[in-house]
């Protein structure tokens, strides 16, 4: 079942102690990652023997999982599972464990294309051009990317916010995840939420999109849409929505 969060619990509170406006900043790439960083643009998609799944590709997909529609998303005991919205349509959600949480959202690609690496480009300058620092990493994952975005603290001062961006190419979808709190600051929490990754099922449907284009996903049928009152996400995998503590309408799942 579903129960409503209660108000005064902010997982964004959690960030505190991982945020501090006096931190190094990640080294920056040199002209040979960048170089290297192009060489990986625009290629098919790799083998996903491990996932995230195609919805043709895994039987009884929704066992054990959170029917949000364009995904299936495991169910962890303790998860909160949170929705974001762009105009009427719920575009992302955030599974919030602990003291970390990962972002998932999903789009529409090319058949044969992979977007990821394109999409992997365009944060890290993004997050560069608002004077963050970004590291492109490989992983078990496959590669993303490890960055240090601006943000204001509670108190007014600038700090900076941990964040790991992953992402994998499917059959005609590409499934992003930003990756926040101590799992991107301490990569032994990451597991949990990495797994959470691994497993998600995505269910493109047949019906023609346009490249980029956010697969829709929908609520529960058992749950109930709480807005929350905190800002909107956007819809396109740039770098308009890289605090995913930063979110719309919530539900909490209990087990």
Not at 39 to 64: C, N, Y
């Amino acid at each position: 079942m579903f129960r409503r969060r209660a108000k005064g619990e902010d997982a964004a509170d959690q960030l505190d102690e991982f945020v501090d406006a006096d931190s190094e900043d990640v080294a920056g790439a040199t002209s040979e990652d960048e170089d290297d960083a192009n060489e990986r643009v625009g290629l098919p998609p790799a083998p996903r023997p491990d996932g995230p799944f195609d919805s043709t590709e895994i039987d009884d997909a929704k066992e054990g999982r959170v029917d949000l529609g364009g995904l299936l998303v495991p169910g962890v005991e303790g998860m909160e599972l949170r929705v974001e919205v762009a105009g009427d349509a719920i575009v992302a959600a955030t599974l919030v464990l602990g003291n970390s949480a990962v972002q998932l959202q999903a789009f529409a690609a090319p058949k044969n294309e992979g977007i990821w690496g394109e999409v992997r480009k365009e944060i890290a300058d993004g997050i560069t051009a608002q004077g963050g620092a970004v590291d492109e990493e490989e992983t078990a994952l496959g590669w993303g990317l490890r960055a240090r975005v601006p943000v204001q603290l509670p108190d007014g001062t600038q700090g900076v916010q941990l964040v790991r961006f992953v992402g994998c190419d499917g059959p005609r979808w590409f499934l992003r995840g930003v990756i926040s709190g101590q799992a991107a600051v301490q990569p032994e929490s990451a597991d949990a939420l990495e797994q959470i990754f691994r497993k998600t099922v995505v269910v493109r449907g047949e019906g023609p999109m346009a490249p980029r284009d956010p697969i829709v996903l929908r609520l529960p049928e058992d749950a109930q849409m709480v807005a929350d009152g905190m800002p909107q996400q956007q819809g396109h995998p740039g770098v308009d929505d890289l605090n995913p503590f930063e979110r719309g309408p919530e539900i909490t799942e209990v087990r």
